[in-house]
């Protein structure tokens, strides 16, 4: 079983500035993804950016990027140039296996002030 | 296209009660999901659908929960009788194959208050 960790109940940011959320797992799988979702206050779950286990290169989406510490078992989120509609709950998630169940951390709840 | 379709949105029952909530996966998506997430922490699957068999149940409370997939497309998840625990938003997801590197596309979510 797979475990999912974040250690940030709360993070605040200023608008245009960068932020990092932190995110850490435990798997004995050697193929997994990772993933961060992002949920604003209308509840849907938005997938912000995925990252594949076997590759090296941290994934990239825009303003969105990860840092991906395959040996720690790291996987943070980065967000530049910040912006009010990105104040949101984030969420880490690992799958693993042949299926596809998704386990989540505890969500870190991001402020972005003017 | 359109995205996963909950109802409803909300739902204020008293303890002991029964409730159902529904969900509409996108169109052509075989997997389906569906998690419980309590207040203040992720969401916990409580089973997946492949077309209409069943891949994952492990965590769902089949002594008050149940949900079925009938015709491969939309979804039903009941609970009788509801326990003061089970307040919750339940989150409908479904994505294309159902493997590990899917992106699971989640509804709004139905938020269940047990009085």
């Known amino acids: 079983a797979q475990t999912v960790t974040q250690s940030q109940p709360e993070m605040s940011v200023q608008e245009a500035e960068t932020v990092t959320l932190s995110c850490t797992y435990d798997?004995?799988?050697?193929?997994?993804?990772l993933f961060w979702y992002k949920q604003p206050p209308s509840r849907q779950m938005i997938l912000v950016i995925r990252?594949?286990?076997?590759?090296?290169q941290n994934a990239t989406e825009n303003r969105f990027s990860v840092n991906f510490q395959k040996a720690a078992k790291s996987f943070s989120l980065k967000i530049s140039d910040s912006q009010l509609g990105d104040a949101a709950m984030y969420f880490c998630?690992?799958?693993?296996?042949?299926?596809?169940?998704?386990?989540f951390g505890t969500g870190t709840r991001l402020q972005v002030t003017l | 296209e359109a995205g996963v379709a909950q109802s409803p949105r909300y739902k204020i029952i008293e303890k002991r009660q029964s409730v159902a909530f529904w969900c509409n996966p996108i169109?052509?998506?075989?997997?389906l999901y569906w998690y419980q997430q309590i207040l203040g922490q992720g969401p916990k699957l409580l089973i997946q659908?492949?077309?209409?068999?069943?891949?994952?149940d492990s965590q769902l409370p089949k002594d008050r929960f149940s949900a079925e997939r009938l015709k491969g497309v939309d979804s039903t998840l009941k609970i009788q009788p509801a326990k003061l625990e089970d307040s919750a938003v339940y989150l409908c997801?479904?994505?294309?194959?159902?493997?590990?590197?899917?992106?699971?596309?989640f509804g709004a979510g139905t938020r269940l208050s047990v009085l």
């Open positions: 798997t004995s799988e050697s193929d997994y993804y």
């Open positions: 998630a690992c799958s693993t296996g042949t299926a596809s169940k998704l386990t």
């Open positions: 997801a479904s994505s294309f194959w159902g493997n590990q590197k899917d992106i699971q596309y």
């Open positions: 990252q594949e286990a076997y590759k090296q």
């Open positions: 659908f492949q077309n209409n068999g069943v891949v994952d």
């Open positions: 169109s052509g998506h075989a997997t």
